[in-house]
């Protein structure tokens, strides 16, 4: 069987075990369900911040700025407008996308200069939801968010239904992501990785397409912000643009492997899920450190991550078997 045909059923199999298996087996536990939903949150911001990384390029140390804006843009469309949840989530987007414009700008800047210039883009947003009290409550934030309805009987602001919405939302992300990769456009992109300069000789338009990038990558994050906002009906400064809504991300991409489509997925899934499930328990006020540990090994001894670390086990077997 090729390669492609054998993926496909891979996807077809994980899918029907997200979708089927996973409400079976945690539908009743609302405490795991509620850290997968978490887990899946930082999954969604993940796979944004890799796609921004792999194929735009870029390092962000400010997707928080993003995860923030689309909270309040949802939050206070469906509040103060009474704009359907739904509606408004994709909304909150929108004005992640449409914040990330004021970033552009930075695209002239390169490595950690990029980096450092998108944080002071998300310090810049969290005073400003502090300051404009009047839209966005200020320090105090916002209470009673409205939550995702009920559709046909079945309740989407319960645990499962959040859960079947983030991860319908982080697959989507990841399928675009991957047929962006596989597009003209990826192709440009990984060639523009090589030498920017050579591909602007040839005509690739080499900051449209990082522009692109960036406002994609932002418009992803903040549908996830506009997700948690509405799932938790609760939002403050602090939170919403918390570093931890971009420290996280990428050390899950960075475990689960970056490049690959489905590592961020992977990587936030394990990170969160192990730290909360087993080294929490066991080390409640230091398990972090397991984790760092457990981020610092990874990246020393399998450095593209878990995913290409698991494909590469099978060939290695199957090498051992044929000798």
């Known amino acids: 069987m090729s390669n492609p045909s054998m993926n496909r059923i891979l996807l077809a199999a994980a899918l029907a075990a997200a979708y089927v298996g996973m409400p079976l087996l945690f539908g009743s536990n609302a405490y795991v369900l509620g850290l997968i939903v978490a887990a899946l949150t930082i999954a969604g911001v993940a796979v944004a911040w890799a796609l921004l990384g792999n194929l735009g390029g870029m390092v962000s140390f400010g997707h928080a700025a993003f995860f923030g804006v689309g909270s309040y843009t949802s939050a206070v469309l469906a509040m103060k407008l009474g704009v359907p949840v739904f509606a408004s989530m994709l909304l909150g987007g929108v004005g992640a996308a449409v914040s990330s414009i004021a970033m552009l700008p930075a695209l002239r800047l390169r490595g950690p200069y990029f980096a450092l210039a998108i944080l002071a883009y998300a310090h810049i947003f969290q005073i400003l939801a ?4 009047p839209v966005t409550g200020g320090a105090g934030g916002l209470l009673s968010i409205p939550r995702f309805p009920k559709i046909l009987g079945f309740d989407f602001g319960e645990k499962l239904g959040g859960y079947l919405i983030v991860l319908t939302i982080v697959v989507l992300a990841a399928l675009a992501y991957d047929a962006i990769r596989r597009s003209s456009w990826g192709l440009a992109l990984k060639a523009m990785h090589d030498t920017e300069v050579a591909t602007r000789v040839v005509g690739v338009p080499s900051t449209h397409l990082k522009a692109a990038m960036l406002v994609l990558s932002a418009f992803i994050t903040g549908v996830v912000g506009a997700f ?17 809504w971009t420290v996280l991300p990428i050390a899950a991409a960075i475990f ?3 490049r690959t489509v489905w590592g961020p ?11 909360q499930l087993l080294f929490k328990p066991i080390l409640p006020h230091g398990h972090q450190m397991i984790l760092g540990v457990l981020l610092c090994a990874m990246i020393l001894f399998s450095p593209g991550g878990l995913m290409p670390a698991l494909r590469r086990r099978p060939v290695k077997e199957s090498r051992h078997a044929h000798a």
Request: no cysteine; aromatic share 18%; charged share 10%.
């Open 130 to 133: 502090t300051e404009m009290t």
């Open 256 to 258: 689960g492997g970056y």
């Open 228 to 244: 948690n906002a509405h799932f938790i009906s609760f939002l403050d400064p602090d939170y919403a643009f918390s570093s931890g």
């Open 265 to 275: 997925m992977v990587g936030a899934l394990a990170i969160y899920l192990v730290d």
